[in-house]
């Protein structure tokens, strides 16, 4: 009985490079919006370029902004993969050796499930903020109410960031 047990627990042992998969996965989806948003930034710099020499046939000024902040978008969503990904590695299958030597606040350096899951939502919260600014930035108020509106949703979007914050100081 010894034997199986002892069979078993080690297959079970074993059953943690499944993680390898989302690890993987996630990498790959992290590189490849980083090469996404890379790529939207350097077009944005393109048609910047051709607009102020005169080649140009959009104004720059219609989607400068709204394409820059996209990019950003996109490359904290490739954070947030990159995060998921190294912190499933670290916490299934080994901690990362360099990891270990850095700083201790690190963003590898996740220690539980909480830490994994509140770095990603923190990154996740500034995603839809910066998805907020970019909906902003395309507003055209028709009647003084939605410009109420607006001031409101930035002020619960301020509180929010506060009470998020303030918890954070009491769990640290």
Do not use: C
Not at 21 to 37: C, E, K, N, Q, R
Not at 108 to 119: H, P, R, Y
Not at 120 to 130: E, K, P, T
């Amino acid at each position: 009985m010894k034997k199986i047990e002892s069979t078993f627990e080690s297959a079970l042992w074993g059953s943690r490079f499944l993680a390898l998969i989302p690890v993987i996965a996630s990498l790959l989806g992290s590189l490849i919006l980083f090469v996404v948003g890379t790529m939207d930034i350097i077009n944005v710099a393109w048609l910047t370029m051709n607009y102020y020499a005169g080649d140009g046939t959009k104004d720059i000024h219609d989607f400068i902004v709204t394409d820059i902040i996209l990019a950003i978008d996109i490359y904290l969503v490739a954070v947030v993969l990159l995060i998921f990904g190294t912190g499933i590695y670290r916490l299934f299958i080994s901690p990362i050796d360099e990891s270990e030597q850095s700083d201790v606040s690190h963003p590898f350096n996740i220690q539980s499930f909480d830490e994994l899951k509140d770095k990603i939502v923190r990154v996740v919260i500034l995603a839809v903020i910066i998805e907020f600014f970019r909906a902003v930035v395309d507003i055209r108020f028709s009647t003084p109410l939605e410009a109420i509106y607006l001031a409101l949703s930035v002020l619960a979007l301020a509180g929010s960031l506060y009470l998020m914050n303030l918890s954070n100081k009491h769990t640290h």
